[in-house]
């Protein structure tokens, strides 16, 4: 019979998600190289092409802050180049979404006829 730990770290590995805090600078350098690891089209020491890390402004902030540290490295794997850090305004996508189905949808209530004139 499996515990309720050994299942949540079983769903972990299998959903990809790390149970580590951004906020400290030594485990977002942990999130950092394993999604290079896993994610990013690299050789041995060259990144073939980089991929991009959405979030917020303060864990965009923290990841290149963590990559800064490493710049001194010898390679581009190293210096964890594979990952570009962008902040993206999620509430500001969904408010213009909004919006716009506002602007652009006709409202109609279940049952109600459409009366073109």
């Known amino acids: ?5 050994n ?3 079983l769903l972990g590995s299998l959903l990809g998600l790390q149970f580590l805090n951004s906020n400290k600078s030594g485990e977002m ?7 290079q690891n896993k994610y990013v089209a690299k050789t041995d020491a060259e990144i073939l092409h980089p991929t991009i890390l959405h979030g917020d402004q303060l864990t965009e902030e923290r990841a290149r802050n963590v ?16 990952i570009e850090p962008t902040f993206s305004e999620f509430h500001l996508k969904m408010c213009l979404f909004e919006v716009r189905g506002k602007v652009y949808c ?12």
């Open 1 to 5: 019979m499996l515990s309720s730990l």
């Open 7 to 9: 299942v949540l770290c």
């Open 29 to 35: 350098a942990d999130i950092l190289k394993t999604m």
């Open 67 to 82: 990559q800064w540290t490493y710049r001194l490295s010898d390679t581009a794997v190293e210096r964890l180049e594979g």
């Open 106 to 117: 006709f409202p109609y209530q279940i049952g109600a006829s459409l009366v073109i004139s």
